[in-house]
């Protein structure tokens, strides 16, 4: 994976009001360690290279914009995704489906959306928590998207796992709308607290979450950020 050329052809600079949410709109999100991670595995490069939309989603991804291309970005959180698409759907009374995350989980998220966005038909599905699903249970998940027929398809299976489980089964997936959206599920089901403003503000959204949970986040701060600003002082040099 190529930062410059990531950054300067792949990134969406626009807001979420100008996507086409045509016949087919795959969305997904990059931050320094998505894209420390796609550097490793090819199968995620390409999901997140040929998606439809890939939103800047990290403090990282901005400065990296500001740097090679001179061009100020505002971060799009999966997060934003999510509400922006929920406000859509439920001006248009559209049905969304849920795929990840466990069942308690997903419980609470439909719980919430009944509440705040009436018009909105939501469906969900939990899958088996492996790395590698069989034939089967990819077989089973299709059928349950297929069954419910959704407009809107959220994917929260943690990256990259939700990636390139949504670029390899694309063609079977009939939905006008995918956005792999991983911790967004935890945050909407309150099951984890997003941090507040002032970090996203500060572009430190990553801070808070570091200490609540550091066993978990400390490669993706420790070693994928370093990694990732030296690819950056790499590109602007070369």
Not at 196 to 210: N, Q, S, T, V
Not at 214 to 228: D, H, K, T, V
Request: aromatic share 10%; net charge positive.
């Amino acid at each position: 994976m190529n930062l410059k050329e990531i950054i300067s052809d792949r990134i969406w600079t626009y807001p979420l009001s100008e996507i086409h949410y045509g016949d087919r709109c795959i969305i997904n999100t990059i931050n320094p360690h998505s894209y420390c991670e796609a550097k490793k595995d090819e199968v995620f490069s390409d999901a997140l290279r040929n998606c439809d939309v890939l939103l800047p989603d990290g403090s990282g991804i901005v400065l990296a914009a500001k740097v090679l291309n001179g061009k100020r970005i505002k971060k799009i959180a999966g997060a934003d995704l999510h509400q922006f698409l929920l406000k859509n759907a439920n001006r248009k009374s559209q049905k969304v489906f849920y795929l990840g995350s466990e069942v308690s989980t997903l419980r609470l998220i439909q719980k919430r959306i009944n509440n705040e966005f009436p018009n909105i038909e939501v469906e969900s599905f939990s899958p088996p928590y492996k790395e590698k699903f069989s034939d089967q249970e990819t077989a089973t998940m299709l059928s349950e998207i297929k069954k419910f027929q959704p407009d809107i398809l959220f994917v929260g299976m943690t990256a990259p796992k939700q990636e390139k489980w949504v670029f390899m089964n694309q063609a079977k997936i009939k939905v006008h709308t995918i956005a792999s959206i991983g911790a967004v599920f935890d945050f909407y089901a309150g099951t984890v607290k997003r941090s507040g403003p002032i970090w996203i503000k500060l572009g430190l959204e990553w801070l808070p979450r570091l200490v609540k949970d550091p066993i978990r986040l400390w490669r993706r701060n420790f070693i994928s950020n370093p990694l990732f600003l030296l690819d950056l002082i790499k590109a602007k040099i070369l």
